[in-house]
């Protein structure tokens, strides 16, 4: 092949690459969309007992397909650094820890939420407080809706502290229940 030809092939397959990496990238995008979450004062309900925190924690993401979910409901539960913490596993059985920012929770879990439904209850909690800090082991249920099939279960590990005003989640860490790993006795009803 002459040295011209040559070139010209190497700059399309070179254009063919970047284009299908634009692709992917575009294709990625879509599915963790930007979502705007407008700041609001909090519900004094919420904020007020470590009661109305966790209970506001799990009906701001819970709704029927096609609502909208409560993000910025949702934000005025935590500090502004909060980090999330969901625990998987690969397909070797390692744990993984997917480290998530608010906002990259948000953007990352919206679609699927609004378009499928999701519903999360609480369905045992056990509490551990001492002066202004506490952590609750909120064990859930999952399913797409009210009463609908059961999708998973788990423990949501909530730490949080009281600033003299209001109850505020530092953090939240989250494991799922899976084969070979289910959730003991004590933190079931």
């Given at each position: ?5 040559r ?5 399309l397959?070179?254009?063919w ?5 634009a692709w992917?990238a ?5 599915k963790?969309?930007?979502v ?10 919420d ?7 966790v209970k ?7 709704g029927?397909?096609g609502r909208?979910r409560e993000w910025?409901?949702d934000?005025?539960l935590?500090?502004s650094?909060l980090?999330f913490?969901?625990?998987?596993v ?13 906002q990259?929770?948000v953007d990352?879990?919206?679609a699927?939420?609004?378009?499928e439904g999701?519903?999360?209850r609480e369905i045992h909690?056990?509490?551990?407080r001492?002066?202004n ?9 999952t399913r ?10 788990g ?10 005003k ?5 953090s939240?860490?989250w494991d ?14």
């Amino acid at each position: 092949m002459p040295p011209r030809v040559r070139a010209l092939a190497w700059a399309l397959g070179i254009g063919w690459a970047v284009a299908g990496i634009a692709w992917l990238a575009a294709e990625e995008a879509q599915k963790t969309k930007h979502v705007e979450v407008p700041t609001i004062a909090p519900r004094a309900e919420d904020v007020g007992t470590i009661e109305g925190i966790v209970k506001a924690y799990y009906e701001v993401i819970t709704g029927p397909p096609g609502r909208p979910r409560e993000w910025s409901r949702d934000r005025t539960l935590y500090i502004s650094d909060l980090r999330f913490v969901a625990m998987e596993v690969d397909k070797s059985g390692s744990p993984q820890a997917r480290i998530m920012s608010h906002q990259q929770f948000v953007d990352a879990e919206n679609a699927e939420m609004v378009q499928e439904g999701f519903d999360e209850r609480e369905i045992h909690r056990v509490t551990q407080r001492f002066g202004n800090i506490a952590h609750v082991f909120s064990t859930y249920e999952t399913r797409r809706t009210p009463g609908g099939p059961l999708i998973g279960r788990g423990i949501n590990s909530i730490e949080l502290f009281w600033d003299g005003k209001r109850w505020w989640i530092a953090s939240a860490i989250w494991d799922e229940e899976r084969p070979g790993k289910t959730i003991p006795k004590e933190y079931l009803p």
